[in-house]
């Protein structure tokens, strides 16, 4: 277990391993309005007292992880889920070497996370009912076709979130998109995703 450490100037230290690529973070988070502050004996970036994002380093990489980071555009592709299926907001971006760092790139994203923050863009923790998150693929996909869009709105909210899940958790676009040729007519159909299976 890590000790508990009492500022982000030890954090790094303590780090020693990546403590370069840890400050060389920190420089880019200092550079926005965002303001510092240790939870969880991590550094963490907070705007009005709502966190933004935090810094840390692993055995075998660093990063950054974005509390709210599932609604970031990342065109870039290079953010990935801590834990598929648990984890529904939180989007890590991580590295294995200094080198791989672009700062005005990962500034980007820390500038859109912050706005995100302002807007008020944030999981709300559940409280029983589970929110269904769609995922951008299959948003497009409805917005460009009224029918299955109905058809959608017309599942039952557990149906919609086994569908949103099952796109969502695909890694790779290509897989994405095929399976959401697959869904389409199973949507069309007011099928849900494991039907077949549940009726044996």
């Known amino acids: 277990m890590k000790k508990k450490v009492s500022s982000v100037e030890e954090y790094i230290e303590t780090n020693e391993k990546w403590s370069e690529a840890l400050t060389l973070l920190r420089s880019i988070m200092l550079q926005t309005e965002l303001e510092e502050t240790l939870k969880w004996s991590i550094p963490t970036y907070t705007i009005n007292n709502k966190n933004v994002c935090g810094i840390g380093a692993f055995k ?7 509390f709210n980071g599932v609604f970031l555009k990342d065109e870039h592709k290079l953010l990935r889920n801590a834990q598929e299926g648990t984890t529904r907001g939180m989007r890590q971006l991580n590295y294995t070497s200094i080198d791989d760092v672009d700062k005005n790139l ?43 869009q109905t058809a959608f709105n017309a599942l039952s909210p557990y149906k919609q979130r086994e569908y949103c899940e099952h796109i969502a958790t695909a890694k790779r676009e290509a897989t994405k998109l095929s399976r959401l040729e697959k869904i389409t007519p199973m949507i069309l159909q007011g099928i849900g995703l494991n039907d077949k299976y549940k009726n044996r």
Do not use: S
């Not at 075998?60 to 974005?66: I, L």
């Not at 944030?122 to 409805?142: F, V």
């Open 106 to 148: 990962l500034l980007q994203y820390v500038k859109e996370a912050i706005e995100n923050q302002k807007a008020g863009k944030e999981i709300k923790p559940n409280r029983g009912k589970k929110e269904t998150i769609i995922p951008e693929e299959l948003q497009n996909t409805l917005n460009k076709n009224t029918e299955l």
């Open 60 to 66: 075998n990489h660093f990063g950054v992880w974005f």
